[in-house]
């Protein structure tokens, strides 16, 4: 069983589009995150979210939306896609917020979006 | 900000011992990650530390100075599949995210 998991794994569109990426974790954690990873390999925090409660939100442009409809799922919505848009994006979960718990971040495999 | 640096490429070979530094700010600083991550994939946790010294952990130990704002990783008895990137990575409030590093990418010949 995957224990974060995200879909779809590879979504190339056009820019003007909206697209959607979701992510479900089994392990039962309360923290989940989503991170971007450019084509320089640097991951940077976009989300956090704590049973379902928004507890960080970076300087991400408000294209970007999250929703966490409950604490296993976390959901990346993007509206008006831009080229710049064109990474990898990592969802994550952990049992407590970082440096709360001695608790490390589980990824999923990313989901590699290509904007044309 | 919190900038955390290290170095961008590191070659070694097969057998060998290498030792990846990261330097991060101290300000708020709550503990250091190390993560490894192989080329299209997702990365994953290495170790912890959150006290100075070192942690061992098989072939790979993590040591930690908070007064020097400093890390390392050390892979021993390297071998091919060790070959990566590996991201360090750090906590300044508990309840916050981890902020990584840019990586430094392991390529390690026979």
């Known amino acids: 069983d995957t224990a974060v998991s995200q879909t779809p794994k590879y979504l190339v569109t056009q820019m003007g589009n909206d697209k959607s990426i979701k992510c479900e974790q089994n392990?039962?954690?309360?923290?989940m995150y989503w991170y971007k990873q450019d084509s320089k390999k640097f991951l940077k925090i976009m989300f956090s979210?704590?049973?379902?409660?928004?507890?960080i939100n970076e300087t991400v442009p408000n294209r970007f939306s999250p929703k966490s409809p409950d604490k296993a799922h976390l959901n990346l919505h993007i509206n008006s896609l831009e080229l710049g848009d064109s990474a990898v994006y990592f969802c994550?979960?952990?049992?407590?917020?970082?440096?709360?718990?001695?608790?490390?971040?589980?990824f999923g495999e990313g989901s590699r979006l290509t904007v044309l | 900000g919190q900038n955390i640096d290290q170095p961008t490429e590191m070659t070694a070979t097969e057998g060998a011992i290498v030792q990846i530094n990261c330097t991060y700010q101290?300000?708020?600083?709550?503990?250091l990650f190390w993560y490894q991550q192989h080329a299209g994939e997702a990365p994953t946790f290495l170790s912890y530390?959150?006290?100075?010294g070192l942690e061992e952990k098989g072939r790979f130990s993590s040591f930690l100075s908070r007064s020097k704002g400093y890390s390392y990783l050390l892979l021993k008895e390297l071998q091919m599949k060790d070959s990566a990137s590996y991201l360090c990575?750090?906590?300044?409030?508990?309840?916050?995210?981890?902020?990584f590093g840019k990586g430094t990418t392991l390529s390690v010949s026979s």
């Open positions: 994550a979960s952990s049992q407590d917020p970082v440096g709360v718990g001695p608790g490390e971040l589980f």
């Open positions: 392990l039962g954690h309360d923290t």
């Open positions: 979210y704590n049973n379902k409660e928004l507890i």
């Open positions: 101290t300000s708020g600083f709550n503990g």
């Open positions: 530390n959150v006290l100075d």
């Open positions: 990575a750090a906590v300044y409030q508990a309840g916050t995210a981890l902020i």
